[in-house]
């Protein structure tokens, strides 16, 4: 498994992972996915980076920094192509993400914001040593319409898990 910046060429890539109706559930994004993966892919705030196995793109993983002082924290977002699940590249990711924020960016702590309902993903986010902090009631709004709640976790440095 390797990270790397995403560019446009991994864009049709990473809207055919979107669009996988396991993935779309907690990564919506309405109809044109191949626009909302350029607009991530733009945005000066995120920094995408494309997970890859056996030279294929199998997913993304992305951060973006608070910048006020007082409250500095990266929070992360990741997706994998369900193929691939259950192999454990998405800690890897995860993991990987992490000790790059926390050694070379200085982070000391890093939140992600699972769906409640999402328990895969919080299974994988605890094995990398992320914790509950508390329920996000009605945090999202389906595509549905309804509002659903979130897990918020967060990773201190000290807890990362090898």
Sequence with gaps: ?????????????????RSEPEVRRWWRGGGDLAAVVRADLSDDKLTVYVIEHDGRVIGAIQWYAESDPDYRHAALDVFLDPAVRGAGLGGDAIRTL??????????????????????????????????PVGIMRRYERAEDGRWHDALLMDLLADDLAD
Excluded: C, Q, W
């Excluded at 498994?1 to 890539?13: E, I, K, S, Y």
């Design 98 to 131: 992490a000790r790059h924020l926390i050694s070379e960016h200085g982070h000391h702590r890093l939140t992600i914001d699972p769906a409640a309902a999402n328990t895969a993903a919080i299974r994988a986010y605890a094995k990398v040593g992320f914790r």
């Design 1 to 17: 498994m390797t990270l790397r910046p995403a560019t446009d060429d991994d864009v049709p890539a990473l809207a055919t992972i």
